[in-house]
């Protein structure tokens, strides 16, 4: 085993949760930076590294340094101390403070920041505002080394240190010491198992109470992400017999104690015929029951709009938009104007748009007060091209409170409206359904309108599709494709995916779809990176970042999401200079995407924006969403992640110029039918498929959507 020592010059590559990372160091006796590939948790660029490890030939990146373990001294050297704070590691000393301060203080530089600080007040420009800033951003990474290395006893990533300080702040090892399961609950990243470990090594038993209720909670909140609302008692004590390694009669015993104090909630639910006890958490609980309730509520009162003479106002709205509404057209019209609550379902090309703007149109006669909205950004803002009203995201409508948390609308303080129409509607999951139903007020109209053939939402439930199939509420569904919409491939595509047929994959060079072959998944790679890159751009004139979008089945793989970022950034923004924080590189000008709400921020799970300024000397950076300029502090950046390629669930709602979508038999868990509709219709001008014809028509004929265990059918039948 050979030792070397060098200067973090760069980080390549950094996994946040394995701590593996390729990094490239300056060594005194080798001209060129040399490559090290190894686990490194928490290094930053500057520090001098000491290596243990064999050299290695790597078939494409060439002689690299492969360390088996490792230990960090702080820079010693003028150059690495440079380098160290001008890293944005310290908050208040970016490049430009750096260079003054090492020009002032040499290689004692980080002796004065450690004990006599305000001797920096003597550089040009640096104030004690600026000092203050600098003091505490020095001790609060003690702190997270200090936190980490607390923390790496139980083989807790740095990513996840650096959140759970920002979390808990100086009370952060007492807090887990307390409490560990906390973690898996308040900490986004950080799992069951991980807070077990950790739980284990403190001493907790096995069948401690407080494990057995954090594992019930957590199975439960888990199953929440892949969109169930609820679960039967017998599958929720099976699977923690399996996770927990505990004895049935056990773990029923625990789970009485957290039905009887309220924080689960048991009812029974119809299922395959038998009456099955089911098990919910309190919030999904009370917001199915609230959607039933303020549904009830809705259709129960009376429209304060006057009533129409529906055939005058057909001819009069047709005339003035100067249209011609098929049959189904008009009959979702007549009832858009006299329900007090409906929803309009239908595919692509089907007329939703038109019949939403003769809606409008309508309404603007009877009341100036309607209101549109939509899930995301993206949906309101095409929302509001495709109506030229305004549009807003429901989170905005409702208004968040900063002070008491939650939103400010609700049943006491509703919103102004005679009208509501909420676009994309397969997208609103079962919390925000309720926030948003308990805020219309009795004599409000509600009009849903969406494609239930899309995936559902990202958050738990299946609302859309549970108030169809419950027949509390009025549908349409539309089913006809217009004659102006017959001639997209992109539409007739869309339709054929959507009855199980294989697409028609003839390449007209006129046509909007195209589809080219490539069996392995590097050549798919290949030919995505060469289409985002320059082909499309050249020969139809697509921005590669702002018109062409990337959207993929999976996050792992060669052609899966987090490569195809990796890939993709390196050609479309090559520069070397970047930020490394939580696993990414983040650059200036990079894409990405906002993957958490901030409602402080006023950006929401999806956004997409582009990197503007990165500031290092205030550890911030601005990310510019279409008109909104948002500010992070480097330790909000795992609110961020880059999107050159994005899911396919997280693009939903959104549409882009043009869509690439990679699919292949390496995908074969998420080739599904609603998957490749979602993708396909997510392209307004342009669709390119890349890959694998058997992988088409897999999922063109998987029509077997995963379950979501929900119980918002059955309370709309009942309530």
Same mark, same amino acid.
């Given at each position: 085993? $050979?030792?070397?020592?060098?200067?973090?010059?760069?980080?390549?590559?950094?996994?946040?949760?394995?701590?593996?990372?390729?990094?490239?160091?300056?060594?005194?006796?080798?001209?060129?930076?040399?490559?090290?590939?190894?686990?490194?948790?928490?290094?930053?660029?500057? $520090?001098?590294?000491?290596?243990?490890?064999?050299?290695?030939?790597?078939?494409?990146?060439?002689?690299?340094?492969?360390?088996?373990?490792?230990?960090?001294?702080?820079?010693?050297?003028?150059?690495?101390?440079? /380098?160290?704070?001008?890293?944005?590691?310290?908050?208040?000393?970016?490049?430009?403070?750096?260079?003054?301060?090492?020009?002032?203080?040499?290689?004692?530089?980080?002796?004065?920041? #450690?004990?006599?600080?305000?001797?920096?007040?003597?550089?040009?420009?640096?104030?004690?505002?600026?000092?203050?800033?600098?003091?505490?951003?020095?001790?609060?990474?003690?702190?997270?080394?200090? =936190?980490?290395?607390?923390?790496?006893?139980?083989?807790?990533?740095?990513?996840?240190?650096?959140?759970?300080?920002?979390?808990?702040?100086?009370?952060?090892?007492?807090?887990?010491?307390?409490?560990?399961y906390l973690l898996a609950k308040e900490v986004h990243?950080?799992?069951?198992? &991980?807070?077990?470990?950790?739980?284990?090594?403190?001493?907790?038993?096995?069948?401690?109470?407080?494990?057995?209720?954090?594992?019930?909670?957590?199975?439960?909140?888990?199953?929440?992400?892949?969109?169930?609302?609820?679960?039967p008692e017998s599958e929720l004590l099976e699977k923690?017999?399996?996770?927990?390694? =505990?004895? &049935?009669?056990?773990?029923?015993?625990?789970?009485?104690?957290?039905?009887? #104090?309220?924080? =689960?909630?048991?009812?029974?639910?119809?299922?395959?015929?038998?009456?099955?006890?089911?098990?919910?958490?309190?919030?999904?609980?009370?917001?199915?029951?609230?959607?039933?309730?303020?549904?009830?509520?809705?259709?129960?009162?009376?429209?304060?709009?006057?009533?129409?003479?529906?055939?005058?106002?057909? $001819?009069?709205?047709?005339?003035?938009?100067?249209?011609?509404?098929?049959?189904?057209?008009?009959?979702?019209?007549?009832?858009?104007?006299?329900?007090?609550?409906?929803?309009?379902?239908?595919?692509?090309?089907?007329?939703?748009?038109?019949?939403?703007?003769?809606?409008?149109?309508?309404?603007?006669?009877?009341?100036?007060?309607?209101?549109?909205?939509?899930?995301?950004?993206?949906?309101? /803002?095409?929302?509001?091209?495709?109506?030229?009203?305004?549009?807003?995201?429901?989170?905005?409508?409702? #208004?968040?409170?900063?002070?008491?948390?939650?939103?400010?609308?609700?049943?006491?303080?509703?919103?102004?409206?005679?009208?509501?129409?909420?676009?994309?509607?397969?997208?609103?999951?079962?919390?925000?359904?309720?926030?948003?139903?308990?805020?219309?007020?009795?004599?409000?109209?509600?009009?849903?309108?969406?494609?239930?053939?899309?995936?559902?939402?990202?958050?738990?439930?299946?609302?859309?599709?549970?108030?169809?199939?419950?027949?509390?509420?009025?549908?349409?569904?539309?089913?006809?494709?217009?004659?102006?919409?017959?001639?997209?491939?992109?539409? &007739?595509?869309?339709?054929?995916?959507?009855?199980?047929?294989?697409?028609?994959?003839?390449?007209?060079?006129?046509? %909007?779809?195209?589809?080219?072959?490539?069996?392995?998944?590097?050549?798919?790679?290949?030919?995505?990176?060469?289409?985002?890159?320059?082909?499309?751009?050249?020969?139809?004139?697509?921005?590669?970042?702002? %018109?062409?979008?990337?959207?993929?089945?999976?996050? /792992?793989?060669?052609?899966?999401?987090?490569?195809?970022?990796?890939?993709?950034?390196?050609?479309?923004?090559?520069?070397?200079?970047?930020?490394?924080?939580?696993?990414?590189?983040?650059?200036?000008?990079?894409?990405?995407?906002?993957?958490?709400?901030?409602?402080?921020?006023?950006?929401?799970?999806? %956004?997409?924006?582009?990197?503007?300024?990165?500031?290092?000397?205030?550890?911030?950076?601005?990310?510019?969403?279409?008109?909104?300029?948002?500010?992070?502090?480097?330790?909000?950046?795992? #609110?961020?992640?880059?999107?050159?390629?994005?899911?396919?669930?997280?693009?939903?709602?959104?549409?882009?110029?043009?869509?690439?979508?990679?699919?292949?038999?390496?995908?074969?868990?998420?080739?599904?039918?609603?998957?490749?509709?979602?993708?396909?219709?997510?392209?307004?001008?342009?669709?390119?498929?890349?890959?694998?014809?058997?992988?088409?028509?897999?999922?063109?004929?998987?029509?077997?959507?995963?379950?979501?265990?929900?119980?918002?059918?059955?309370?709309?039948?009942?309530?």
């Open positions: 085993m $050979e030792e070397i020592v060098g200067l973090i010059e760069r980080i390549t590559f950094q996994n946040e949760e394995t701590g593996y990372a390729v990094i490239k160091i300056k060594i005194k006796s080798i001209k060129d930076l040399v490559t090290v590939i190894g686990t490194f948790p928490g290094i930053q660029i500057g $520090e001098t590294i000491r290596l243990f490890g064999v050299w290695k030939q790597h078939l494409i990146h060439g002689k690299q340094f492969s360390a088996e373990r490792f230990s960090i001294e702080m820079p010693v050297e003028i150059e690495g101390i440079r /380098k160290y704070l001008g890293s944005g590691l310290i908050k208040g000393i970016g490049p430009i403070y750096a260079e003054r301060i090492v020009q002032a203080f040499g290689d004692e530089t980080l002796v004065v920041i #450690e004990k006599t600080p305000d001797k920096l007040l003597t550089i040009e420009g640096l104030g004690k505002k600026r000092l203050e800033a600098i003091k505490e951003s020095w001790q609060a990474q003690k702190s997270i080394r200090n =936190l980490m290395i607390f923390l790496r006893t139980y083989d807790i990533s740095p990513g996840s240190a650096s959140r759970i300080f920002k979390l808990y702040g100086e009370q952060a090892v007492f807090k887990i010491k307390e409490n560990p990243g950080i799992g069951f198992k &991980t807070a077990d470990t950790i739980a284990s090594k403190m001493g907790y038993p096995h069948d401690s109470p407080l494990r057995v209720e954090s594992g019930l909670q957590h199975i439960l909140f888990t199953l929440s992400e892949e969109g169930h609302t609820c679960l923690a017999k399996e996770e927990l390694a =505990l004895e &049935t009669d056990f773990l029923k015993r625990n789970l009485e104690n957290l039905l009887k #104090e309220g924080t =689960l909630i048991q009812n029974n639910l119809v299922y395959e015929g038998a009456l099955l006890p089911f098990i919910w958490t309190r919030p999904l609980f009370l917001s199915e029951m609230g959607i039933a309730k303020e549904l009830k509520r809705l259709t129960a009162s009376e429209s304060r709009l006057r009533k129409i003479d529906l055939k005058k106002a057909l $001819e009069w709205v047709q005339n003035k938009l100067s249209i011609k509404l098929a049959e189904k057209q008009e009959l979702a019209v007549k009832e858009a104007v006299s329900k007090k609550a409906l929803i309009i379902t239908g595919g692509p090309g089907t007329g939703k748009s038109t019949i939403t703007n003769a809606v409008i149109s309508i309404s603007e006669v009877l009341t100036n007060k309607i209101v549109l909205a939509a899930p995301t950004g993206r949906a309101a /803002k095409r929302m509001s091209e495709i109506t030229k009203k305004k549009a807003s995201t429901i989170h905005s409508l409702l #208004e968040y409170d900063f002070t008491k948390g939650g939103f400010k609308k609700n049943r006491e303080n509703p919103i102004d409206c005679d009208l509501i129409i909420i676009d994309e509607a397969s997208m609103i999951d079962t919390l925000l359904m309720y926030q948003l139903l308990r805020a219309v007020p009795d004599h409000a109209r509600v009009i849903f309108v969406g494609d239930i053939h899309q995936l559902p939402s990202v958050g738990a439930g299946n609302v859309l599709k549970d108030l169809i199939a419950s027949r509390q509420i009025a549908v349409k569904e539309l089913k006809e494709i217009f004659r102006q919409a017959q001639g997209s491939k992109i539409i &007739t595509n869309a339709h054929r995916i959507n009855l199980g047929q294989f697409p028609d994959l003839r390449n007209d060079p006129q046509s %909007d779809f195209f589809f080219l072959e490539a069996k392995e998944p590097e050549l798919v790679l290949k030919e995505v990176l060469s289409l985002a890159a320059t082909r499309l751009s050249s020969k139809y004139g697509f921005d590669p970042k702002k %018109d062409i979008q990337v959207i993929a089945p999976m996050r /792992k793989g060669v052609i899966g999401i987090e490569n195809l970022n990796r890939e993709l950034q390196k050609e479309l923004n090559p520069k070397e200079e970047g930020l490394s924080r939580f696993g990414q590189i983040f650059k200036e000008n990079d894409k990405v995407m906002q993957i958490r709400n901030n409602y402080k921020k006023q950006v929401y799970n999806g %956004d997409i924006g582009f990197i503007k300024f990165i500031n290092y000397g205030e550890q911030e950076l601005t990310v510019s969403f279409d008109s909104l300029d948002v500010c992070y502090e480097f330790s909000e950046m795992d #609110e961020l992640v880059l999107a050159y390629a994005v899911s396919v669930h997280k693009y939903q709602g959104s549409e882009a110029p043009c869509i690439i979508f990679p699919i292949h038999t390496s995908h074969f868990k998420m080739l599904q039918r609603n998957l490749l509709y979602t993708a396909v219709t997510r392209g307004k001008k342009m669709v390119v498929l890349v890959g694998h014809k058997k992988a088409l028509a897999i999922a063109a004929k998987n029509d077997e959507v995963k379950r979501r265990y929900t119980g918002l059918k059955q309370a709309l039948m009942n309530i």
